[in-house]
Nanobody
């Protein structure tokens, strides 16, 4: 009974920062990969970033080229919550952002089993 709840979206000016949260419930022990995707109007959904962890290793992260150096990922170990910190936002970052949960590292949406409801991020210039 896995559920993902997203929050943190909003309207920001270019150059500012925003932090998105994805709270997961119903997780069991093992390996997980939480990905972040975004979809802008008229465009296909695209991979943004992912964080993966296991019971025996710390988290590792991966980012698409367009957000490298600007976005970071972190995980709250006490709570099953992942944070996507978005810095130096650009107009091109405007999209609905989705978190998704899978079992392995992947840039493909079909490899994720559970999805959050999405949160709108709008960056003004």
């Amino acid at each position: 009974q896995v559920q993902l709840v997203e929050s943190g979206g909003g309207l920001v000016q270019a150059g500012n920062s925003l932090r998105l949260s994805c709270a997961a419930s119903g997780l069991t022990r093992g390996a997980y990969n939480m990905g972040w995707f975004r979809q802008a109007p008229g465009k296909e959904r695209e991979f943004v970033a992912a964080i993966r962890w296991t019971d025996w290793t710390g988290p590792t992260t991966d980012f698409t080229d367009s957000v490298k150096g600007r976005f970071t990922l972190s995980k709250d170990n006490a709570e099953n919550t992942v944070y996507l910190q978005m810095n130096n936002l650009e107009a091109e970052d405007t999209a609905v952002y989705y978190c998704a949960l899978g079992r392995k590292a992947s840039w493909e949406s079909e490899d994720y089993m559970y999805w959050g409801q999405g949160t709108q991020v709008t960056v003004s210039t």
